[in-house]
């Protein structure tokens, strides 16, 4: 009876996580070490989503969080401390360039406008079923 309505649920869930992963990559776009100071620039992340609910049911739930192992964005600067030192194709460092994580704000932005409608529409497809509901419940009583 509730399978519309879990299916908008299992889809704001899935868009809320989308958003806050679109978030995370915003907020580290400039993070050139990790946890213990090391110089790894941060890598942009991504949900993946997959059919079904988390509980077996219809709709839709996030598979994994993919890490985009892209090009890093290189940036000319041979005077920063994480400038490389020599070129090493096998480390992707060139002599001179530092290596920022590969966040694209407008494609963050974009992602992000994407989720929240595609959370709005879940939110009005919900809104639908519950007045469907209803009018189902007026008519049988």
Sequence with gaps: M????NISTSGM??????????SNNIANVDSLTNDIGENVPYR???????????????????????IDEGPLRKVY????????????????????YVNFPNVDTTIEMMDG????????ANVVAAEATKAMFEAALQLIA
């Design 44 to 66: 942009r992340r991504f949900a993946l989503f997959a059919p079904g609910a988390a509980d077996g049911g219809l709709g839709v739930q996030v598979q994994e969080i993919g």
């Design 77 to 96: 600067d041979p005077n920063h401390p994480f400038a490389a030192k020599e070129t090493d194709p096998a480390l992707d460092q060139v002599q001179g």
């Design 2 to 5: 509730y399978g519309a309505l």
């Design 13 to 22: 869930i899935a868009q809320r996580t989308r958003l806050e992963v679109i």
């Design 113 to 120: 406008y994407d989720a929240q409608r595609a959370y709005e």
